[in-house]
T-cell receptor, first 115, second 116 residues
Framework: GDSVTQMEGPVTLSEEAFLTINCTYT??????LFWYVQYPGEGLQLLLK?????DKGSNKGFEATYRKETTSFHLEKGSVQVSDSAVYFC??????????????FGTGTRLTIIP | DGGITQSPKYLFRKEGQNVTLSCEQN?????MYWYRQDPGQGLRLIYY???????QKGDIAEGYSVSREKKESFPLTVTSAQKNPTAFYLC???????????????FGNGTRLTVT
């Protein structure tokens, strides 16, 4: 079945450091890929997405490129801020059916930014 | 403002009691979902519903029940049959687009259930 593997946390960085959170996936066909973010005490919010190979999703300074050859969707940000401290989830969905019931999540990576 | 409301934020119950978690949305979304979040395990789908009066089991439905009598509401009951009910429960909703399962999920802020 489909699966998502993300780098284990927690990850601790200093403010203004460069961030990479690795995500690789296993899926048949051509899945869509997502990054969700969960701030303390809240639900998840969609951060960015990419729906086909070589697409780059971007939002709030974060970027991720859909790499089919390496089955990866690594999350990057050039200069992190304290407000980026959160848990980040990589997820995929295969294009079957027309709901999100087949959305598969990674285990999440907790990111802490220190001033 | 449109959104998803889960209540209560924290819930405590004794073992052997059923408990119902509320989820209401005013986004006019057709589909609603319940996920369970445990440390180190990501999110796992419990139940989902794409239309009123219909719902389907997710990956870990045992010990849970749902109803979808109204489009806006999708309550989850954690029954005494659920062996490890203590967890963080997240409700979500989305629009449905035929042939494309990639419309974003909108999440509530969750309910943390503790059973002792």
């Amino acid at each position: 079945g489909d699966s998502v593997t993300q780098m284990e946390g927690p990850v601790t960085l200093s403010e203004e450091a460069f961030l990479t959170i690795n995500c690789t996936y296993t899926a048949t066909g051509y899945p869509s890929l997502f990054w969700y973010v969960q701030y303390p005490g809240e639900g998840l919010q969609l951060l960015l997405k990419a729906t086909k190979a070589d697409d780059k999703g971007s939002n709030k300074g974060f970027e991720a490129t859909y790499r089919k050859e390496t089955t990866s969707f690594h999350l990057e940000k050039g200069s992190v801020q304290v407000s980026d401290s959160a848990v980040y989830f990589c997820a995929l969905i295969n294009r079957r059916g027309f709901g999100n019931e087949k959305l598969t999540f990674g285990t999440g990576t907790r990111l802490t930014i220190i001033p | 403002d449109g959104g998803i409301t889960q209540s209560p934020k924290y819930l405590f119950r004794k073992e052997g009691q059923n408990v119902t978690l509320s989820c209401e949305q005013n986004l006019n979304h057709d589909a609603m979902y319940w996920y369970r979040q445990d440390p180190g395990q990501g999110l796992r789908l419990i139940y989902y519903s794409q239309i009123v009066n219909d719902f389907q089991k997710g990956d870990i439905a045992e010990g849970y029940s749902v109803s979808r009598e109204k489009k806006e509401s999708f309550p989850l009951t954690v029954t005494s049959a659920q062996k490890n009910p203590t967890a963080f429960y997240l409700c979500a909703s989305s629009i449905l687009v035929l042939g494309q399962g990639n419309s974003p999920l909108h999440f509530g802020n969750g309910t943390r259930l503790t059973v002792t």
